[in-house]
């Protein structure tokens, strides 16, 4: 909705999906460092597998966040760098761990958070990406909880039973505070 204002969009967790894609550029690092067997048959990191090693071994996390983050913070500023060359009115950074990083807050104008009930989220995530319940409430509890989400914020929209039109409303009343 932000992009329809001319915003534009720069998605972390889509970048570091890329980076994982089959021929993503941390592909190499992670099969050097995690082996063949946590990688798809088509090349791509095996999420499933990865995650399960993650949650039951920091280090493990760890070692792949030190693959993947600095490609991504890499992409990000290449991104950043070409909406600022094209003249981008605003630049809409999509970073679902924001909160956890810590160095974000001083790089950022302003940060918005689209906030709902912990209960919808887990469900919007299981419809959208197939986890079973047990698996996203452990991915949720592995992140900073929703009130530190809050607490960072300076704007929030509350989208807990809203109609995409209301959201629409919402995201119009907001748009002057972010120069849109």
Not at 100 to 111: F, M, N, T
Request: aromatic share 4%.
């Amino acid at each position: 909705m932000l992009q329809a204002r001319r915003a534009a969009l720069i998605d972390a967790d889509a970048i570091a999906r890329a980076s994982t894609a089959a021929e993503g550029a941390a592909i190499p690092a992670i099969s050097r460092r995690f082996g063949a067997e946590f990688l798809t048959p088509a090349g791509a990191l095996d999420r499933d597998k990865m995650r399960a090693l993650a949650f039951s071994d920091a280090s493990a996390k760890h070692a792949l966040e030190a693959i993947v983050h600095p490609l991504v913070a890499k992409e990000i500023e290449s991104q950043f760098q070409a909406a600022q060359a094209a003249g981008m009115a605003c630049v809409v950074f999509d970073i679902p761990l924001l909160t956890e990083s810590g160095h974000w807050r001083g790089k950022l104008d302003r940060i918005l958070v689209i906030d709902c009930l912990v209960s919808t989220q887990i469900t919007r995530t299981v419809t959208r990406s197939q986890l079973s319940e047990i698996t996203v409430r452990q991915i949720i509890q592995a992140q900073a909880s929703r009130e530190q989400r809050l607490a960072l914020a300076d704007t929030v929209i509350y989208n807990e039973g809203l109609s995409l039109a209301q959201l629409r409303q919402q995201v119009e009343q907001i748009a002057p505070y972010f120069g849109l």
